[in-house]
Each structure stands twice: as C-alpha cells, then as structure tokens.
C-alpha cells in the first residue's frame, strides 16, 4: 500500500515527464523542425501543457498534498521530502486558479507566436508579429490575473521567475544599480582610454569556433554524455533530466565573441542542471531555485570566469591554435581589453557588462506598460526605441536589431527579463563567496582549471536544486541577501583599471 | 453544445498529439539523445504512452463513440467521419484489452532495451541484450494474450500490423514465394553469367553522397519544407504530422549502395505520411493503412524505381557528376547490373531484391519459436545461425551482423518482419497498376521525372491513409488481393535478363 507521499511522488513524476516531453518537442521546434511542422507542434505542445497542468491540479492532488505534508511533518525541514512537500504546496496553491484551457491556449498562442516572431525577425517586420504580440499579451494578462497579485499585476508574471519578489522590491535596487551604471558609464565615455576591439571582427572560420567552444565547455566540467550543444536562432538551455541537458549557440564568422561568450554563458546555465540532485529528478525541485539564480551561474562564467584576465592568460595561447593568423598581434591584456570594450549597443545578448542592465531597465519598463495598458503593441516599437536613445544614446535601425531581438514576447516570458539583471548581481556576490572560500581560484583559472570552481558552485547551490527560496539560497552561500552594491564594486574596480580611470 | 462525434474527436486529437510527441522524442532518441539521456527518456516516453492509451480507453471515450456512430449512421460508409468511427471502434474494441499499467511497462522496458540493443550491437554481444530480450519477450506475449487470438499468438501480433490478416495467411503465401525464391536463387548460382559490382565499394566521400541523396529525394517529391533527413544507426521514417516527417540515413563511403537505397526507401515512406489528406490530422486516420502497405511505398521507390534501367539512364549522369573519378568507367548496363547482383549476404536492409525475403521467413519463424516457447531467448544466436545458414548457405561472423542487426525486437516489434515481405510483393502489383494506367511511365522515370508517379501513389494510396482495411484498398486500387505471385513474375523477368538466365 503506497503512503500518500508516494502517490503524490508518482504524480508528479508524471506531470514532470510530461513537461520534460514539452521541453523536447520546444529544443526540437528551435533546433530542427521544418517550417511545415509549426501548427502541429502548436497543438502538441498545447495538449502537453495542458494535460501537466490538468494533472497537477487535480482535486486528487491537493488530497495526496494534504495528506503527505502529515506524513511527513514529522522530518527535517531541510529534507527532500519536506521541501518536496512545501515547494509542491506553493506551485499547487498558485496553479490551481488558473483554468487548464487558459493553459492550453497560451501553449498554443505562444507556439505559433514564436514562429511568427521568427520569421518577422528574418524579415525585420514588427507589423508580422504585433497581432501575435497582442494575443500573447491578452492571455498573459488573464493569466496574471487568475494568479492574483498585492500590489500591481506586473506582481503575478515577476512570482513566476522570481518566487517571493515583489515588482518594487525589484524597482529599489534597479534603482541602486541605475545610478552607479550611469555614473560609470559617464566616467568611461569621458575619460576611459579608447580601447581597439577590431580583433574580434576578424574572419573566424565557424567549425575552428565551435571546436574551442567545445573545448572551453568541457575544461569548465560539460558532460558530453549527458548533454550536447546545437545551434539555433536564439540561444538557450533546456534540461530533459540531469543526465540530458542541451544549450545550444550561434556563431558568427565575424564576430567571435558572439558564438564564444554565448557557448560560456550557456554552459554556466547547463552546469547548473547537470549539477543537481538525481535524488530530485522527475519532482519540481529539480529545477533552478529562481530564473535570476540560473541566471547568476551562466553570467558568473560568461562574464566573472571567461571575461577575465586570468582566464585569458590561459586560453589565449589555445584560442591562438585555432587562430593563427588572426590573433598573431594579441596580447592577453590586448585581447582582454578587447573583449571588455565597454559601448552602448543593440543586441542586448551582445552587450558589454556595464551597459547590459539598462537593456533590462528599458524592458523592465515597456512590459509594465504594455500590462497595465498604458502603451498599446502598436506603440511599441516606438516605445523602444525612444528608450534605447535614453538608456543607451543609440537607435535600432530596424527593427530586428530592435523591439524584435528577443524570443521572450513571442513565448509569453513577460516578468523574464528583472532576472537577467538579477542573476548578474547574485554572480559577483557568489564569485566573491567563492574567492573567499578557495582564494586560490584566479591561479587555478590562470591554469585552465575549472573544475574547483565549479565544484565549489555545484555544492553549494546547484546539488540543492529548487528546494530552497532563492533568498534562502542566497542567504546561505553568501551570509547575505541579494544586493546591487558588490556589483557595482566589481564593475568600478574592473573597469577603473581596464579604462584607466 | 459539442456533438459527440466532436467529443469523441478531440479526444483523438489529444491521443494523437500525445502519440506524436512520443514519436518526436523516439526520433531524438535515435538522432541525438547522448548516452546519459536514456533513463530518463525511457520514463518519458513510458508516461506519454501510458497517458495515450488510458484516454483512448476510457470509459468515456466508449461512451462518445457509441453516441457519435448513431451521429454518422446516416453518412456514406466511406465518408471521413464514418471510417473515423469505424476504426476507432475496432482500434478501441482491441485496445481496452490491454491495462494501460501494461503499456507503461511495455514502453520502459523497450525503451531500455533499445539503448542496451545499441550498445550491445556496436560491441557485438548478445548476452548484453539477451536479459532486455527476455523482458521484451514477456511483456510482449503479456499484451498478446490481453489483446486475444483464435489460432495461434502470433496472430495478436501480427493484427497489429497487419489488420485482420492471420498467421496462417501469412504461411500460405510465404510458401509459394519460398518455392519460387528458392529456383530463381539456384537458377542465378547454378547458370547466372558473374557481376562485377566492385565499383560500389569504391571510396565515395560521405557529403557527396549525401548531397545526391538529397537531390534524389527532391526530385521524388520529398518535401524539405515539411521534413528533414538526418542520421542514425538504424534507417527509419517517423511523422509527426503530414506537414512535419523524418527520415533518417546511414553513410558509408566504402559502400555506396547502402545510403543511397535507405535514402530511397525512406523517402518513398516520407511521402506515404506526407501524402496523407490534411483533413485527417489528428485522427487514428493519419497513419499508413497497414504496416505492409506503408513498406509496399519504400520498396516500390528502393527496387522497382531506383533499382531499374530506366532510373539510372537519368540519374549515372548526376551521380557522376558528383563521382567522377569512382564511375568514370560506368555504363548504365554495368552500373545497374551492379546494383542488382544477387548474393546471399547477411545483413537484410543491404539484401538483394531477390534474397530480401528470406531474411524475412528466418525472423517469422523464430518470432513465432521464442512466443510459443519453443525456443530460449539463450537459443536465440544458435537458431538464427543454424537458419542463415539453410535459408541463405552463409553463416555470420559475429552478433552484430547476425541476430542483433535489427532494431526491432528492441522496441518489442514482434510480427512486424512479414510486412516487409508482403510489402515487397503490394509494391509490384501497385507499379503494375500504375504502368497500366500510365504506360508512358518507364519514359517518365528515364527522364528523372519522377512526380507523375508520386502524383499517382498520392491520388490511389497516400491521400486516404487508414480509412480502408488494407484489403480493401489493395482490391480497389489493382483489382486483386495481396499475391505472390506478381512479384515472381516481376523477378524471374529482370533478373532472366539481368544474369542471361
């Protein structure tokens, strides 16, 4: 006779296989289908969501829920079973008031919105994607306000990625960061030393930067046996288990920091689910214990590990095998200095660390707008465009380097994009932890060993999955919460010496 | 208010979408999943599984479908909707036998068998896939005695395939074509003037190969914006939509045949599934209406197509363009009697034309020993030899090129190896039809203009996927039932010609 823990157990095991299934067919729809494919895999996708939703919300459930939390009253609260039993009883509390048909519509508005968005995208032609936008945006809203919210709805999308934060908690320390963001930004503009980072436009032939992709992704600990990387439009991770964990990037034969940072940064993301607990696989805690703490792991090693001096002191001699002739004149300050230049940009997944945040401010902003109706879709590019001039002094000059460059809108992320932000404060307070804990680590990096680091981050944080509260986590590892001030003193001191100031 | 035939077909589209999903990550499985992937996986597609047949079986399921056949009762017996209620009704009549925890099991255990299967294979030994055998085994002869037979077990199984043909059917017309086999085979050896068919051994570059492929495909009428081709150990074609099918190839570039003819084969399936009425998506409708008649579409393009005189008049041309050097020596003569020599060998996707079938006798027959009991799974490698051996008067070097060559006892595909055969035999009768119809034909193919024929197998065949028991639909598109002996015919003709006989 199974205890009601178990049948609950199974349950879930059943709603995570179902949406482990969803996260195949949406790696395969980025990564390989034919066009044709898009309408069927729509419905799929529908009927796979709603069918993990309709499951997990079962009256049944919330019985084996209400039972099991008895049975195991009596454990630690640090237990799988104890967290297993609260985490569950959160996300079932939350989910329950959203109808399963307002899931499977929004699986099935989402999917052919990010087709559209796809091709607009190639086409560079907001007035494609706009009605798709505007469908998204309605059932984001009904989501919303099924979930229920305190304070503004903006509340009910931020819970979903960041559990237990609140949108002005996240307007406080956007704050905070904001000002010390323009003061740098100011400082470099008016006194920094110019930096030359035509190195990087060179022509890099593609397979020589996939093979040192590879290469860097293994050093930093990658299992290749429970993971690949493919290409796509738009790169991401998706974990189908521990043991099957996918990134995929996109390279540039003029750009080799594109496809090099973004292979580093997703790698950072697949660590994390490689690392944790098989104990917790197929139930709801293996997962990351926020977007913005995921997010901390694929900035620390994008921007803290790869972007930095010792880093480079070792891998420039490899990048140099693959690259000869083109990197023939670096030095590693020169290519350090290179892939640091610090400009107002575009692409906000190309952006430099400094100004990277206020691409997050500007969106931060629109998606407030656009759910409390204060900026129709139509109005949108313009919107964006008028803040890329305040945040950044620049203008897309169309609109796939614009209000189009991100797949987020297309598949109903809105309250996404704070973790971004997030994540790169959580990585520098993690780092320093980290530094204080093993101050060996920048020689160990200068050797092209990673491995301690990422033990270091696998312990602590990724073995834990989801069973903490991320300002738990955060607490834990780092004796404080989360804060814009190490930050901000990470970028100051970084780029007083890399610019001079 | 939703009518009942609209009840009962949404919860076919549900079925369906789940069963396609399981096929999206069956093909992952085989195209891309690393090793680590596959426990996980094997959970994945046992919950998918599971969750299809219980909402296809369910009591309610019965209930709509009983209401929706008084709904159609006043529709043309041939009408989408009356064969939609008619073979969901004989789909569910069978189905209802089989627990869905059976199912679940079934769909783990396979799923574990395949991944020992492969690595079994690749080291050549069966006692690593012997024990994934012997649950295979079990669970297959668990679902045979839940689905019922009159005469014998393999009957169970091979309705699965082959609706509502019998074992004993299957016996008879294998007899003839033993018989007829066996002297076309002895009249070859004993009086056939020799084949030199070295030159398809000589080293043909794998991308070039491929890009032929292609090039061949297209010209079938494969369409690549509702498809793709990719690899994968063992040759296969999946659809998960008409508007989204897969096929997949094996290269050797010591051995030119072998991708070229699965490139065929499983593009003449590609366009089967492609082919199917878009108005029967979602439905059990959109599928092939027997396992014999999707095989009868591979081999009629494989052999009767691309293995004539009249293909390769069109088709050395292009092929040497891309080998120049390799075929420079080639007259269509030389390279078609290469391709068509016929020699017993061990592998049964690289046979011949004329020795295919018995591959096809040795498995029927073993299937049918290991079910009744009459034969140990430990047996298994002796049997298969000891029948290479009378059948073929060869004997395998090793397991990976005797008893683990096939894929399918992993996937627990027992009584699916007699389609192959009787697909090699509808493959002929159809193409007799077709030149009846269209004696320009032979012109057409050696023009490289190869659509008036996929036109013609769309219109009769493709465009009606499952609505008629394939019978039925033989009887109506050539007049005749299933028979052996137009093959006969088919072979004693070319090959007289082709070996002086």
Redesign the interface.
Known sequence: MATYFEQLKARL??VS??Q???A??EW?QQV??????S???A??L???HE?AHTLFVAEVTGDWLEHAAAEVAAMSPDSNEACLVRVTRRDYDRLRRVPGSLVAERAQVTAEAFQAWEQARAESRFAMFAPHLQRVLDVTSRSAEALGYEDCIYDALLDQFEPEMRTKDVTGIFAELRNGLVRLVRAISDHGRPIDDSVLSRRFPEAAQWDFGLTVLEDMGF??????Q?RSAHPFTTS??P??VRITTRINPNQLHSGLFSTVHEGGHALYDQGISMEL??TPLCDGASFSLHESQSRLWENIVARSHCFWTHYLPRLTEYFPQQLADQTVDSFYRAINRVEPSLIRVEADEVTYNLHIFLRFELEQELLEGRLKVSELPEAWNAKMESYLGILPGDDATGVLQDVHWSSGSFGYFPSYALGNLLAVQFYNQALQDMPELPDQIAQGYLHPLRAWLRDHIHIHGKKMMPDQLVRQVTGQPLSAAPFLTYLETKYAEIYGL
């Open positions: 095991a059943q296989d179902l482990r299934a969803a195949v067919l395969d390989n289908m034919p066009h044709g494919g309408n069927a895999r419905r799929q529908a009927t796979l069918l299992d290749t046996a429970c993971g690949r493919d189908f288990s043991h099957d696989d197929r």
